[in-house]
């Protein structure tokens, strides 16, 4: 029996998606092959919680935890904090430290493509399209004139590393820039403005299942809201339809695309793209790199069209990630 390590929680607005993540992970478990111990990162205690919902620190020389006088180490983490530090590369560098094998992709591939700027940068070369965009960094003057001349009206404002939509706002008129900058900053002091893409948003999970790069079924995200902020997300405020309804080839396309965004950064583990596709043409909003494992998230939901179980769907992680 291998001991799993399944984190979550972190340092973000996200840690309460994450800690639902994570359980489904606990629950799911193969516990025939691995024990799940549930491990909390937050910023002040990093934890073991057992069933009963006690405590014991982790030891951070060696990621270990000491349970009534006896100590347990992992030969696996099973990674699910949605933003910092467990999205971000802070933690996988760590696990590469300490030698201790974990599902995500590595540091440079969390920190790279946390950073949407830097992202979408490194993919243009590849002719992966993109939105219009504009950055600010916090302190830099807001010309709301050239804001608008670059990326045009309506415009989304993101904070550049968050994830769960927090921190978007979708702004329609010049007047209403200032305001939604300020919410994004909330989140990130570095912010991108993009422009807007009218067309059909679609989500494309890419894994690696069984040692082959797999696309999985793709979706389709149709928002009740103006866009797919956390209320469409998590709150059941959209619908999201697997398979997409797009045609074979579009599939086929996207589904191409994301595969090589995967290849061309040397990715691992799990990893979800969002796209746009206006006139025929996909356009790359973000990859996520520890996308939500919840029931209603959009990776387990494409598994299950793809025939692969919860179950194996993490079985095949911690395997490849040991292996």
């Not at 939604?180 to 009218?198: G, Q």
Request: charged share 25%; proline share 4%.
């Amino acid at each position: 029996m291998k001991n799993i390590a399944i984190i979550m929680g972190g340092y973000s607005s996200e840690y309460k998606i994450s800690l639902i993540s994570g359980n489904v992970v606990y629950q799911t478990l193969d516990k025939t092959k691995y024990i799940g111990y549930r491990i909390h990162i937050f910023k002040e205690k990093w934890v073991f919680v057992d069933a009963n919902d006690a405590e014991f620190p982790i030891d951070r020389n060696d990621f270990s935890v000491t349970v009534n006088g006896t100590k347990i180490t992992f030969d696996c983490v099973f990674n699910a904090i949605h933003g910092t530090p467990g999205e971000d590369g802070l933690l996988q560098a760590y696990f590469e430290l300490l030698g201790i094998p974990q599902t995500a992709c590595d540091y440079y591939q969390s920190a790279l493509t946390f950073n949407k700027r830097d992202l979408l940068s490194v993919l243009k070369p590849y002719g992966i399209k993109t939105a219009t965009s504009y950055y600010l960094n916090k302190g830099d003057l807001i010309n709301t004139t050239e804001i608008v001349k670059k990326v045009g009206l309506p415009c989304f404002v993101k904070p550049n590393k968050a994830g769960s939509s927090f921190g978007i706002s979708k702004v329609k008129t010049e007047t209403e820039l200032p305001i939604a900058i300020e919410i994004a900053y909330k989140e990130d002091n570095e912010i991108i403005i993009e422009s807007f893409l009218d067309g059909t948003e679609v989500s494309v999970g890419v894994i690696n299942y069984q040692g082959k790069i797999t696309v999985l079924p793709i979706t389709e995200i149709v928002s009740d809201n103006d866009f797919f902020d956390y209320e469409a997300k998590y709150e059941g405020k959209s619908q999201e339809i697997t398979p997409a309804r797009i045609s074979d080839e579009m599939t086929q396309k996207v589904g191409d695309i994301a595969k090589r965004a995967y290849e061309v950064l040397k990715m691992k583990g799990f990893s979800r793209s969002e796209f746009i596709i206006v006139d025929g043409e996909p356009h790359m909003l973000e990859t996520n790199t520890i996308p939500g494992l919840t029931t209603e998230s959009l990776i387990p939901q494409q598994a299950r069209a793809a025939g692969i179980s919860l179950e194996d769907l993490f079985t095949n992680a911690i395997e490849l990630a040991i292996n």
